[in-house]
């Protein structure tokens, strides 16, 4: 069985403040790429294995499809180590970027292995939702709008297509890291008073002024992608991807061409609705 695990960026991202257990409290609209990674996964006796194509992954127990793999496989109601299957990653997602791939890898096992070993659906949106805060995103897809730990869901319209340019810096950013320095510039005042309307008010990510001091880069190339005639440029979830919207394939190839340089990537890819996004996962 083959499924597919989509990419997301986040078109806005709003930190509105800290919560009593240490996440914060989030107003972001999510929205699926067509970029994606691949899963296979086959009937093999023996073991659970899991693989995964790039070397900087880790195909650990610490991996989240493990994690997935290990919750299902008791929700089953089956005894000891997930087994008699194995899972091969193919990772297109880059990591720690901003992009959701891990999360999207463990809602796409958990589906996936939901089905075989017939967990069901509510089960498995429970399974994802104690996995991370953004895995409840990539059991819905299209344009959402997340609330609270930016797990608390709401449909919106789907956004007009776009073609999307996603800058890929040579270093990444850890979720937990960016959301400290996020606290480290609000420290007495709290986030929802210093990070509110004055200071960040014409930032279309609050997290990016934080990564910015830290990676003056990810401000400089948003210049470039809004010089190269984006009609948006932002920093994606914690970072380090940067993301141009683009109406025209052709702009947006011609962006991505001259963003190029030094260790960095660029990709193109164009946003998925909800439709298209469910169809492609295998639901
Ligand atoms: O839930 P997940 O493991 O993906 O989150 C990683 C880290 O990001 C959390 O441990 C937390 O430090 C931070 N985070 C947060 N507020 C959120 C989401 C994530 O502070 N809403």
Partial sequence: MRVHAFAKINLSLRVLGRRPDGYHELRTVFQSLALHDTLTIRRERGPFRFTCDDPSCPAGPSNLVW???ARVWRAAGKRGAPRDVRIHLSKRIPLEAGLGGGSSDAAAA????????????????AIGAALGADVAYFFEGGTVLGLE????LVPLPDRPPAWVVLVVPAF???TAEAFAWFDERAPRTGARSAGGRERH?????????PVIERHPV???????????????AAMTGSGSTVFGLFSRRTEAMDAAAA???????????????????????GN
Wanted: aromatic share 2%; glycine share 10%; hydrophobic share 35%.
């Fill in 67 to 69: 994690r997935a793999a």
């Fill in 110 to 125: 958990i589906r996936a292995l939901g089905r075989l070993w017939r967990v069901d659906s509510p089960r498995q949106r």
């Fill in 149 to 152: 730990r930016g797990d608390l």
């Fill in 172 to 174: 990444g950013v850890r």
């Fill in 201 to 209: 008010l014409s930032s279309r990510n609050d997290l990016e002024p």
């Fill in 218 to 232: 990810v401000g400089r190339l948003l210049g470039a992608l809004r010089r190269a005639g984006a009609q948006t």
């Fill in 259 to 281: 963003l190029l340089g030094r260790g960095r990537r660029s990709i193109v890819t164009r946003t998925i609705d909800r439709k298209a996004c469910r169809r492609l996962a």
